[in-house]
């Protein structure tokens, strides 16, 4: 199973989650963790091991982080530096957060292949009306 974990500054992440189940219903294998103003790193990183357990090919983990560079990519990063079966991408939007639900459904589906797929499919995420 490829378990989502989001993971941003502030709210955004919850309400990613929010909308998620707007849109596509309640997801068993999704999850997200905030970065609070008041947090610390070392807090931080307590929250990503209560949630990133028991990793192994059999029970991977794709990670949606909201920039690169800041606190949350850069400590659960560590995570995926560890171990193959934890993969993490920056830049993440809602449209990305439903295909990544959508594909979970295909069984057999790696999370390296997963994880490709949806870097190719980012560009096509965003756009400018009216143009």
Do not use: W
């Not at 993440?92 to 069984?107: R, T």
Request: net charge negative; glycine share 10%; proline share 2%.
């Amino acid at each position: 199973m490829i378990h989502i974990l989001i993971t941003s500054h502030g709210g955004m992440a919850q309400g990613m989650v929010q909308s998620v189940k707007m849109l596509v219903g309640e997801q068993e294998n999704l999850d997200y963790v905030t970065f609070d103003e008041e947090m610390g790193q070392d807090e931080l990183d307590e929250l990503y091991a209560d949630k990133i357990k028991d990793v192994s090919e059999d029970n991977q983990y794709l990670i949606l982080c909201d920039i690169k560079g800041g606190s949350p990519f850069n400590v659960v990063s560590r995570y995926s530096f560890k171990n193959d079966d934890v993969a993490v991408i920056y830049g993440m939007n809602l449209p990305i957060l439903i295909e990544a639900i959508v594909q979970c459904g295909n069984e057999g589906l790696k999370l390296k292949e997963l994880a490709g797929y949806l870097q190719q499919q980012a560009g096509s995420t965003i756009g400018l009306s009216g143009l």
